[in-house]
């Protein structure tokens, strides 16, 4: 994570500033792992709604057949 980018940014958009030891990227980092672990999970849950949908599907065209 570059922080230099983001405080610059920061002051830019809403002239506060801070440093790269501001115990606010604490919580930008645990909210990083949050989200990632809930990317995991979605793109899991994603993976089984596709499975489940058209996973027949490509096995029926694949013997000669559709399957609707």
Same mark, same amino acid.
């Given at each position: 994570m570059d922080r230099r980018k983001y405080i610059? !940014? &920061?002051a830019?958009?809403?002239?506060?500033?801070?440093?790269?030891?501001d115990p606010?990227?604490?919580?930008v980092l645990l909210n990083r792992a949050i989200l990632?672990?809930?990317?995991? !999970? &979605?793109?899991?849950?994603v993976g089984q709604l596709v499975k489940a949908r058209w996973g027949n599907q490509r096995r029926g065209h694949q013997a000669?057949?559709?399957t609707v």
């Open positions: 610059a !940014e &920061l830019e958009k809403t002239g506060v500033r801070i440093d790269e030891d606010i990227f604490a919580v990632q672990d809930q990317k995991t !999970e &979605l793109e899991s849950l000669g057949r559709r």
